[in-house]
């Protein structure tokens, strides 16, 4: 079957570490995103990758970072910097980054020990 | 900057009703609009996708309507399913790539 797999369901990350959120997709799809959801709140958009080695920063990328070496990958690392990392992060992708629908994961909750 | 609202920010109906879930948003220039279901601490589920040069889309008892002019969009569930219990967001694609999401309408059908 085809789809998006976020991997782990939870994580906890210790003050001062560094924790990687895995994406992983076999849609084919060229398009990749990544987004917080906090209680109360939309989704907001942390980075997103029309192209295998390109990505662009969303609208609250401090204390992120990502990769795409591979189409079906994407994977994100919250760093120290990001002070209030406790959240739900889902991964999507997109045939393209125009008019094609985005498909979600099923998230990742990570939070603080 | 674009801004999405969903009213009401939660509904709770009996088992049957035929309901709407209304979303705004307040840059028409869009590429397209599209309406998910969340199921608590769930990815989001694509239920469907307006182009900004439709008028609205169907799937069997959705139907999404968008009036790109005066930025509103709603969706109708029609004879509502205790299965329909679920948040439901909308979100406008403003950018390359950016969705711009709604808070999201809270439903509950109870039977």
């Known amino acids: 079957d085809g789809g998006i797999t976020q991997s782990p369901k939870y994580l906890f990350r210790k003050e001062g570490q560094n924790v990687t959120l895995s994406c992983e997709q076999n849609?084919?799809?060229?398009?990749m995103y990544w987004y917080r959801q906090d209680p109360g709140q939309g989704l907001r958009l942390i980075y997103y990758s029309q192209i295998v080695n390109d990505f662009q920063k969303g609208d609250i990328a401090e204390g992120y970072s990502v990769s795409r070496e591979k189409k079906e990958s994407f994977p994100l690392t919250v760093t120290s910097a990001q002070k209030n990392p406790t959240a739900f992060y889902l991964c999507a992708s997109s045939r393209d980054g125009r008019n094609q629908p985005q498909h979600f994961g099923d998230g990742t909750r990570l939070s603080i020990l | 900057k674009q801004e999405v609202t969903q009213i009401p920010a939660a509904l709770s109906v009996p088992e049957g009703e035929n309901l709407v879930l209304n979303c705004s948003f307040t840059?028409?220039?869009?590429?397209?609009l599209q309406w998910f279901r969340q199921d608590p601490g769930k990815g989001l589920t694509s239920l469907l996708l307006?182009?900004?040069?439709?008028r609205e889309q169907t799937s069997g008892r959705l139907n999404a309507s968008l009036d790109k002019s005066s930025g509103r969009s709603t969706l109708y569930i029609a004879a509502s399913q205790p299965g329909d219990s679920a948040t439901y967001l909308c979100?406008?694609?403003?950018?390359?790539?950016?969705?711009?999401f709604g808070t999201g309408t809270r439903l509950q059908v109870f039977p």
């Open positions: 307006i182009q900004s040069s439709q």
């Open positions: 849609l084919n799809h060229d398009a």
């Open positions: 979100a406008v694609l403003s950018g390359l790539g950016k969705l711009i």
């Open positions: 840059d028409s220039a869009i590429y397209n």
